[in-house]
């Protein structure tokens, strides 16, 4: 039985998480752990594309996480995840990061990445919702997916 899932908003999935960066979180030279701002990422991710298919995703690969600028202990990290393409069972999820000051406010990109996640039913890839994209900056970002998508599957069959 196929049946025909509705499509779906990018806001749906906008997902928003904020973290104040503590000393545990950090390296000596007081910079957040890359790694913790990974782990951040990825739930940020999974809350977005569970959003958008309904149903537990799992994280299927990571295509780019480029660090623009340091994160020091004691300011704040806000993250933006949003859906930016959906597939047959996958999705590509943008995280952007920022950095805010809390003495000015003043906030930094500081890291954006592009993961893909999978939804799963039955532990089983299952279909997602198709993405509604209607603004200029909606259907440029699921271009933009597209390709990235058509890049990595590229490298897996160079590489297999």
């Known amino acids: 039985m196929n049946v025909q899932l509705p499509p779906r908003s990018p806001k749906t999935s906008l997902t928003e998480m904020t973290e104040i960066v503590l000393p545990q979180h950090a390296n000596a030279l007081g910079s957040v752990f890359g790694g913790q701002v990974m782990a951040w990422i990825d739930i940020c991710a999974a809350v977005a594309a569970q959003r958008h298919c309904g149903r537990v995703a799992v994280t299927a690969a990571v295509d780019g996480i480029q660090f623009l600028a340091p994160i020091h202990v004691g300011e704040v990290v806000l993250l933006e995840g949003r859906v930016n393409a959906a597939f047959t069972t996958s999705m ?8 805010e000051d809390p003495a000015t406010g003043l906030r930094t990109r500081c890291l954006e990445a592009w993961l893909t996640f999978v939804a799963i039913d039955r532990n089983r890839p299952c279909p997602v919702p198709p993405l509604d994209v209607q603004t200029p900056e909606e259907k440029a970002r699921q271009q933009a997916a597209i390709e990235r998508r058509s890049q990595r599957l590229e490298r897996r069959r160079s590489n297999g």
Do not use: G, N, W
């Open 92 to 99: 590509e999820v943008e995280v952007l990061v920022d950095v």
